[in-house]
Antibody, heavy 119, light 111 residues
Framework: QVQLQESGPGLVKPSQTLSLTCTVS??????????WSWIRQHPGKGLEWIGY???????YYNPSLKGRLTISVDTSKNQISLNLPSVTAADTAVYYC????????????WGQGAQVTVS | QSALTQPASVSGSPGQSITISCTGT?????????VSWYQQHPGKAPKLMIY???KRPSGVSNRFSGSKSGNTASLTISGLQAEDEADYYC???????????FGGGTKLTVL
């Protein structure tokens, strides 16, 4: 079974860059048509899809965040990464990585989440 | 403001059935049979419960079922159990510009 684990700084200063990594185990990040997603949850709020990446490097971003972020993949390390520059307090959230069998509202495996506070 | 509209809360007694609605538009819920539902217990990651409107992943109880009519999708939980108390989120594909949109979530209380 695929397992995902997010890692990165829990505290980021305003205007700096938020960087998170998701390590995939129990399966290859290059498997089939899988896309690998980032999803965040603001404190006490709902879920917000950030974007996803295919192992080939094709990326798809939430239009409201497009231009602000970069999602990348390292197949040699079985990892995906999220970089969000110029953060503000509004970026404080729990950040999840999730596997997506294909585009279309199908997030089947999730990491435990990484709390990131901008302060 | 979330793209999909869900009631903030629903409640039911053990053994009863409840339904959670998820209202979108003709650009998302109404245009694709790509709606999923997630269960989230406090402090935990969401768990996929329903996908493609009414399909259950392996291991999910058949007490959970999904449906869709027009721009509104629904999640029904029958035979409520205490362990079903959680937040529930719907998600829909919204085309190749917007991609994925979530609902604001519904808190289910088992009385």
């Amino acid at each position: 079974q695929v397992q995902l684990q997010e890692s990165g700084p829990g505290l980021v200063k305003p205007s700096q860059t938020l960087s998170l990594t998701c390590t995939v185990s129990g399966g290859s990040i290059s498997s089939g048509g899988y896309h690998w997603s980032w999803i965040r949850q603001h404190p006490g709020k709902g879920l917000e899809w950030i974007g996803y990446i295919h192992y080939s490097g094709s990326t798809y971003y939430n239009p409201s965040l497009k231009g602000r972020l970069t999602i990348s993949v390292d197949t040699s390390k079985n990892q995906i990464s999220l970089n969000l520059p110029s953060v503000t307090a509004a970026d404080t959230a729990v950040y999840y990585c999730a596997s997506t069998k294909r585009m279309g509202a199908l997030f089947d495996y999730w990491g435990q989440g990484a709390q990131v506070t901008v302060s | 403001q979330s793209a999909l509209t869900q009631p903030a809360s629903v409640s039911g007694s053990p053994g009863q059935s409840i339904t959670i609605s998820c209202t979108g538009t003709s650009s998302d819920v109404g245009n694709y049979n790509l709606v999923s539902w997630y269960q989230q217990h406090p402090g935990k990651a969401p768990k996929l419960m329903i996908y493609e409107v009414n399909k259950r992943p392996s291991g999910v109880s058949n007490r959970f079922s999904g449906s869709k009519s027009g721009n509104t999708a629904s999640l029904t939980i029958s035979g409520l159990q205490a362990e079903d108390e959680a937040d529930y989120y719907c998600c829909s594909f919204a085309g190749i510009t917007t991609f994925e949109v979530f609902g604001g979530g519904t808190k289910l209380t088992v009385l």
